[in-house]
């Protein structure tokens, strides 16, 4: 949520900044600001895409080489120009960008105001700003011990930038709980969110901790401390991301080009883990945690979104696998709701961001109350990354549209590995089983690759059915996941109401909405309780519903049924998520490209979650 990115160096700001927002703006994108350091503090601001900033400062002094900038997703306050970000103080000579929620804005906003400051926003935002401006008056300090001592009085997350006009030489970076990577270059320093507006001119990254300030000053070494003023050795890190991993390619969607990725990004995910000819799967990262998990007594999965689809998957694959039990929790439920957990609990908690604030939360939680927590994410050096206790990677590269695709498949081919190795540890399952296993799985991305030459079909189905208001996804067992998400895919890029149900529920509800303007999306693929699935089908055909039928190639029964299908290939039950997943995200895309919806950046929405 919110996108920001500071400059510092030898170089012309604005452009820097401008290009690190576009690659920033999966973020939030309502409103946005820029902040340019010449003679005095410049700001430019404006509701809408960053886009609309580009527009809007045509013709303004563009000039400074220290710069800030901001893409918003509103919290506190409208999306507008008012209470876009960057903030300035009172007296115009500090500015602010700020990513994150401060929680105790209303108490110290009304402190501020009983002092003589008048706000110009709604934004807690604005609240800091002030604060560090009084604190530099009333106790004469400098402008990073002013923020410093600002930050101590503050409840809340923050990934601020504050730039001031006396300072020209110096910006001042600080993160708790939302995400700072500063770019180390020569005699030139990047700060942002993630680090896909750096990569271009450094791979030297230093990944700020909570509760650390960076004290970023031209032609000096970066300098941090924490907020209880203890100094730190900046760690510089090597950044493993490419400039072509982030740009389109020649896709006219980042979505589109990451549906396309997933034979790489699912290879990519089990390379090296899983050996064939050996017959065995290794996952490092969780080594030493392996007996750990065997011994649990249970495993609770913990997520948002798509990826707590992706754990619902888990469960089953590791119940089925490694007969240990599963329970899958929204992280937002969990971490307020006073779970029973044990020392021999094992949570595994799963994102593509790393990032998100109820995934975090419900790790410090399982923490607090002595549970082993691993992860599953994308984003190397992420918080959540680093806030488990050990956790293997997903490797579907950066992830840049809004609607989850890639990361989703490579989640479920990691739990899959997961389950599998407990399996191998266990002894659940017969070698000759678990080795087919191991088969059909390596065999995943090239099958993977023939649905993607669907697309014309696909299309044509999206075409028909492009106007519809609502729809339904049924599937049974692990198609059930997978009708759940195929329906978050449709309904958040496309905004046609869609609900994914299983399929036998149907009946206890939902069949009250079929008559023949419904779509109903089965995924009915030839293995577990196929022909129960089929029943279902024959249920809402009698009710005249529209039925576009995800099938196993080949199958004749459910092509006579459906008035559309799809072929996927076979494979093992608990593989089809892999697949069945892939023309269900092809199906959403096109549909939402036909409506002319911003399939990359959907309204209301952002990538990655870091408020509550
Ligand atoms: C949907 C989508 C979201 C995310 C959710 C969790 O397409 O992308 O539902 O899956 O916000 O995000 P992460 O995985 O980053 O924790």
Request: net charge negative.
């Amino acid at each position: 949520m919110c996108g920001i990115v500071a400059y510092i160096g030898p170089r012309d700001a604005y452009p820097i900044l401008i290009s690190g927002l576009r690659r920033l703006e999966y973020r939030g994108y309502d409103s946005a600001g820029v902040c340019l350091l010449s003679e005095d503090l410049n700001i430019y601001k404006c509701k809408g895409k960053v886009s609309d900033l580009e527009e809007y400062v045509v013709g303004k002094n563009l000039s400074g080489n220290v710069g800030m900038a901001h893409t918003r997703w509103a919290t506190h306050g409208e999306p507008n120009y008012i209470n876009a970000h960057p903030h300035f103080s009172q007296n115009k000579t500090l500015a602010i960008i700020h990513n994150g929620i401060i929680e105790n804005y209303a108490v110290l906003r009304s402190e501020l105001i009983n002092r003589g400051y008048k706000f110009a926003s709604e934004t807690d935002t604005e609240v800091l700003v002030h604060l560090i401006e009084d604190i530099i008056s009333n106790e004469n300090v400098a402008v990073e011990e002013a923020v410093r001592i600002a930050l101590n009085q503050v409840i809340g997350a923050y990934a601020i930038v504050i730039i001031a006009r006396e300072f020209p030489d110096k910006i001042i970076a600080a993160r708790k709980g939302s995400p700072m990577v500063i770019g180390v270059g020569e005699g030139e320093f990047f700060v942002a969110s993630d680090a896909t507006p750096i990569v271009e001119y450094t791979n030297n990254v230093v990944y700020l901790n909570d509760e650390e300030i960076a004290i970023i000053e031209r032609d000096h070494d970066l300098r941090i401390k924490t907020i209880r003023n203890q100094s730190q050795t900046p760690y510089i890190q090597k950044l493993e991301l490419s400039l072509s991993e982030i740009e389109k390619g020649g896709f006219d969607h980042f979505m589109l080009k990451e549906i396309y990725e997933q034979p790489r990004s699912i290879y990519d995910s089990m390379r090296g883990r899983i050996h064939v000819a050996e017959g065995i799967v290794s996952l490092g990262g969780i080594k030493d945690y392996e007996q750990k998990i065997i011994n649990a007594k249970r495993i609770i999965i913990t997520a948002c979104g798509t990826s707590w689809h992706a754990g619902l998957v888990g469960e089953y694959l590791i119940e089925d696998l490694a007969r240990i039990p599963v329970e899958v929790e929204y992280s937002s439920e969990f971490r307020y709701r006073n779970p029973v957990l044990y020392e021999d609990d094992v949570v595994l908690a799963i994102s593509q961001s790393g990032e998100t604030a109820d995934t975090l939360a419900a790790i410090d939680l399982a923490k607090s109350k002595g549970a082993t927590v691993l992860g599953i994410c994308n984003v190397v050096g992420s918080s959540i990354a680093r806030a488990t206790h050990a956790g293997v990677y997903t490797h579907a590269g950066p992830e840049i549209g809004v609607a989850s695709t890639k990361a989703f498949t490579a989640q479920v081919a990691v739990l899959t590995l997961i389950g599998l190795l407990l399996a191998q540890k266990k002894g659940t399952l017969p070698k000759s089983e678990f080795v087919k296993l191991l088969f059909e799985l390596d065999a995943i991305p090239a099958k993977v690759e023939r649905i993607l030459k669907l697309n014309d079909k696909i299309k044509a189905i999206a075409h028909i059915y492009k106007d519809v208001k609502n729809s339904l996804y049924l599937g049974r067992g692990y198609n059930f996941p997978v009708a759940l998400e195929g329906a978050l895919k449709l309904k958040e890029i496309s905004y046609i109401h869609a609900e994914g149900y299983p399929a036998a529920e149907m009946k206890h509800g939902p069949i009250a909405l079929i008559d023949e303007l419904m779509p109903v999306v089965f995924i009915a693929t030839r293995r577990g309780i196929y022909d129960k699935v089929i029943t279902n089908i024959e249920e809402v055909k009698a009710r005249k519903g529209k039925i576009i039928a995800i099938i196993t190639e080949g199958d004749e029964s459910v092509k006579r049924l459906a008035d559309h299908y799809i072929e996927i290939p076979d494979s093992e039950e608990m593989l089809i998520p892999l697949l069945a997943t892939v023309p269900l995200q092809m199906l959403s895309y096109h549909i939402a490209v036909m409506r002319n919806c911003n399939v990359d950046q959907p309204r209301n929405l952002a990538k990655s979650v870091t408020v509550e």
